[in-house]
């Protein structure tokens, strides 16, 4: 995979967000996979203002979701749709009907991961998909030691996500939901191109696994290892525990002008 080091959380933004406009700019209908938490938000900012510059026409984008909460009330404000619809939908202006992402409140929880699958695929699959990388080194919410050859399922999030997670609710861990349903590790390496992001010192050891440890169902993320597209972009504090971070660097900073992330 290739490891793009970056000197922080914006500059990171910056570039995945470039990587995405010059797929609309070829694909204008092209389906953008997002993701939740704090480190993409740099990402859609960035995106946002290409958008407003006139940059890139982004009216023909796609947005899809690549996890959701299950059993939050219907709009509630920390429900995956109604963070994606916030942060990403809105600021692009593209409407709710260019947006796709699972049903957390259906009663067929089952059915309900079948169809979203069965809708990624429909609606051609995804182009490029954003992730976030847990400090226990799951991707969507695909904990340690999910199948690497999952599809989209229900789960049950560590105690360790949840703490992580309880910062959005409050920091009241009673009213962090216990289950989701996250796009299977099968289905995030049946996108184009995956483009992981993660900045900060506490990210780190999950990064380093992650690039250089064993392909592992210990660490989702390590899945990466079998794309044949796979960018990881990091700030210095997350890439501080890479071995071959000199390596990354000397490869990025000569690297051929035609070759995009
Ligand atoms: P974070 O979440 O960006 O808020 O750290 C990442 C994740 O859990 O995938």
């Not at 006139?54 to 920390?78: F, I, K, M, N, T």
């Not at 059915?111 to 699959?125: F, K, N, P, S």
């Not at 969507?140 to 105690?159: H, Q, Y």
Request: proline residues 5%; charged residues 20%.
């Amino acid at each position: 995979m290739e490891v793009v080091i970056v000197p922080d959380a914006k500059a990171g933004g910056e570039l995945i967000a470039e990587a995405m406009a010059a797929l609309v700019r070829r694909k204008p209908d092209a389906l953008l996979g997002v993701a939740t938490g704090s480190t993409p938000l740099p990402v859609y900012e960035a995106l946002a203002a290409k958008v407003r510059a006139g940059e890139v026409d982004a009216s023909r984008a796609r947005v899809c979701q690549l996890d959701e909460y299950v059993g939050l009330p219907a709009g509630h404000p920390e429900s995956y749709r109604a963070v994606v619809l916030r942060e990403v939908v809105e600021p692009l202006g593209l409407s709710e009907a260019s947006f796709m992402g699972p049903d957390g409140s259906a009663e067929d929880i089952v059915a309900a991961c079948e169809a979203y699958d069965r809708a990624l695929a429909a609606a051609g699959g995804v182009d490029l998909q954003l992730l976030g990388i847990g400090t226990d080194g799951h991707i969507g919410f695909n904990e340690p030691c999910s199948s690497l050859a999952s599809r989209t399922r229900i789960k049950t999030l560590t105690e360790q996500t949840r703490i992580d997670n309880a910062r959005f609710f409050d920091d009241d861990m009673d009213q962090v939901p216990h289950h989701v349903i996250t796009q299977g590790i099968g289905t995030i390496l049946d996108a184009r191109h995956l483009v992981l992001l993660a900045t900060g010192e506490g990210k780190a050891e999950a990064v380093a696994q992650t690039v250089e440890g064993p392909l592992s169902a210990l660490v989702p993320a390590s899945a990466l290892q079998l794309h044949r597209h796979a960018t990881v972009v990091v700030d210095e504090a997350a890439a501080s525990k890479l071995k071959l971070a000199d390596y990354f660097r000397h490869t990025y900073a000569n690297k051929p002008a035609w070759q995009g992330l």
